[in-house]
């Protein structure tokens, strides 16, 4: 399995390109299960969780062809309406093609997502949201199977704003001819990117003044070229190294508004943060990291996919910090191996305290997901001396060409490959 050697102590320098949305891109790649028409997908990043998605709709039954970051998906023969868990345990965002499946064939068999390292992640606000469309769900053996004699279209209140959820009831609302209301949806970026393809594909939806999501599905959608949006996650996870390791960077082609919270609590640290509309600079600065207290929620509020890197800037503050992690239960998994590295993080169920140190240490640590997995690459960033980073597999579901990136910023990092003893 591949690592990271990180020869730490450097401030990164210089101007990083920020990639397309990996969660925009995958479900955005699964509406294009709603039309037979060609669909064409520029700014589609170069990510494992992108190709796990590309497999799925091939075995789906479409033909894909992805070059320079575009993808052409084309019908190729009779879709087919279930997945097999191999697929399915990869990712749980595999989940999303139950919404346009049952649209199209009022039947989805698919493996239940399982459990997953950040979180129980059930899908109790999809299914809920599917029966309330007409559907019926039944586990059997792992999988549900969804089904429908007839869709009807619905007002549904979410129990929850959850993103993924969010997407799959409105892509299978896209086809349930009437009006179908979304009440306390998800508000992230992505959501909205989704909603402009499906809106591109002819489909109507559009936020009523109270924040609710209405659609006038239609009998069919047809094929539909579009640029996916920056990775808003991604433009965070580089001001944020750049930041930690005291350097002078500007992160360009991103969405600063999105990024809004996070830019806010960086100024509150301390930061001066120079903002056009398309990019952010994070100029040097060498007065003290003031710790600064964050809650993760839902958009707009502080993303939960930047806490664990926020957490690595926060070990370096000069004072305690809190850290409320809301969104998932089980979301510290990179807090004992910050500590590893010389940070001073005590946790209890929901609520980190970070103390500030002086300096991180340079240590072998092991990434369990892929935001901690960040993290804890920008900890070895920050430490003097080689810091070494295991699994890497899970920062490679979410960042393109990341050492590559790192080391245009003047980084010393490299991926190696301890079984085949090579560099
Ligand atoms: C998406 C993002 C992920 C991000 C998360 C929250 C993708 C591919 N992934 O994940 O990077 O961290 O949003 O911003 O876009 N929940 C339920 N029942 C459900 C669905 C969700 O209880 O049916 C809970 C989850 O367990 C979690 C919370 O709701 O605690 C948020 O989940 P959700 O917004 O659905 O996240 P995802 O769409 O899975």
Redesign the pocket.
Same mark, same amino acid.
Do not use: C
């Given at each position: 399995m591949d690592r990271f050697l990180i020869e730490g102590g450097k401030k990164l320098h210089g101007t990083v390109h920020i990639s397309g949305s @990996?969660?925009?891109a #995958? %479900?955005i790649l699964v509406a294009t299960l709603l039309t037979d028409e060609k669909c064409i997908l520029h700014r589609v990043p170069n990510l494992r969780?992108v190709r796990t998605t590309l497999k799925i709709l091939e075995y789906l039954g479409k033909k894909i062809t992805y070059q320079n970051n575009t993808v052409v998906v084309e019908a190729n023969g009779q879709l087919k309406n279930n997945l097999p868990y191999e697929l399915v345990k990869q990712?749980? *965002?595999s989940f999303?093609v139950a919404g346009p499946l049952l649209a199209r064939f009022k039947e989805a068999d698919i493996p239940l997502p399982g459990g997953c390292a950040?979180? /129980? &992640? %059930? /899908?109790?606000?999809? #299914? @809920?949201g599917f029966e309330n469309l007409g559907a019926v769900c039944d586990v059997k053996a792992g999988n549900v199977i969804i089904r429908a004699e007839k869709l009807t279209p619905a007002q549904i209140v979410l129990?929850?704003?959850? /993103?993924?959820?969010?997407?799959n009831l409105l892509m299978c609302a896209c086809l349930i001819p009437g009006e179908t209301i979304l009440e306390n949806v *998800?508000k $992230?970026p $992505?959501v909205d990117d989704v909603i402009a393809f499906l809106n591109k594909m002819g489909a109507d939806i559009r936020a009523d003044e109270k924040g609710r999501l209405v659609v006038h599905g239609k009998t069919a959608l047809h094929g539909a070229e579009h640029t996916v949006v920056a990775d808003r996650?991604e433009t965070g996870s580089f001001i944020l190294a750049a930041a930690a390791t005291r350097g002078d960077v500007t992160v360009a082609d991103c969405v600063p508004e999105h990024n809004a919270i996070l830019l806010s609590d960086l100024r509150e640290a301390g930061f001066t943060l120079e903002v056009t509309d398309t990019s952010v600079r994070v100029p040097p600065y060498e007065g003290e990291i003031k710790p600064v207290r964050v809650r993760t929620a839902?958009?707009p509020g502080f *993303?939960?996919?930047l806490q664990a890197p926020w957490m690595t800037l926060m070990t370096l503050c000069s004072g305690t910090a809190e850290i409320d992690e809301d969104?998932? $239960?089980n979301r510290f998994m990179h807090a004992p191996e910050l500590v590893r590295m010389g940070a001073n993080i005590y946790t209890e169920k929901s609520v980190a305290r970070v103390t500030g140190v002086k300096n991180l240490l340079a240590a072998h640590v092991q990434a369990s997901d #892929? &935001?901690g997995g960040f993290a804890l690459v920008m900890a070895g960033l920050c430490a003097q001396g080689e810091s070494e980073v295991e699994r890497i597999y899970h920062i490679d579901r979410?960042y393109e060409n990341l050492e590559q990136k790192l080391a245009a910023l003047g980084a010393t990092i490299r991926r190696y490959n301890p079984d085949k003893d090579e560099f």
């Open positions: @990996k969660n925009a #995958l %479900p969780d990712m749980r *965002a999303w950040i979180g /129980v &992640r %059930p /899908v109790d606000i999809h #299914l @809920k129990r929850f704003p959850s /993103v993924g959820a969010t997407q *998800a $992230e $992505e996650i839902p958009y *993303a939960t996919d969104i998932f $239960e #892929l &935001r979410g």
